[in-house]
């Protein structure tokens, strides 16, 4: 799979957790060990993504390459740069979710923190939900059609 990396261990699982009044996000505790830097959180597809720096930068680096080729307008690049945080896990496990991304992906106290392979979604508990038995039947058609192992 491409932007592999030297990630030993993709991020996998669905983790139930809560917001505190602050923003601040306890994550589990099989994920931190990929976050002894810096970590950047983006807005994604109606939630939160948390990358590693690694990962991040790889899909900095692939979106220039398809800006100056053509395949991308600039504003996507521009877009996720404006929009994107630095953070870094504090010494109990935390990020804290700045306001507009929490906004942005309608996150409330309840949220739901899942692995995406190369990334990890941080998802409001009620619409996360309201996919997971499409997300079952994607899933096994994916592997019905022999994508799966």
Known sequence: MEGRGDLAMPFVGTHDHTLDDKGRLVM??????????????SPWAGCVALWTA?????????????VRSGETEPAVLRGL??????V????????????????????????VICGAID??????????EGMADELDRSVA???????GI
């Open 28 to 41: 589990p505790a099989k994920f931190r060990t990929h976050f002894d830097g810096p970590a950047y959180l």
């Open 54 to 66: 690694d990962r991040f930068e790889s899909m900095v680096r692939r979106l220039e390459e398809e």
């Open 119 to 128: 990334w990890i979604e941080i998802w409001n508990a009620p619409d996360w």
């Open 88 to 111: 870094r896990l504090d010494p109990q496990g935390r990020i804290i979710v700045p306001p507009r991304l929490r906004e942005f992906a309608a996150l409330d106290r309840d949220v």
């Open 81 to 86: 740069a404006a929009r994107s945080e630095e």
């Open 141 to 147: 058609e994916a592997f019905r059609r022999g994508s």
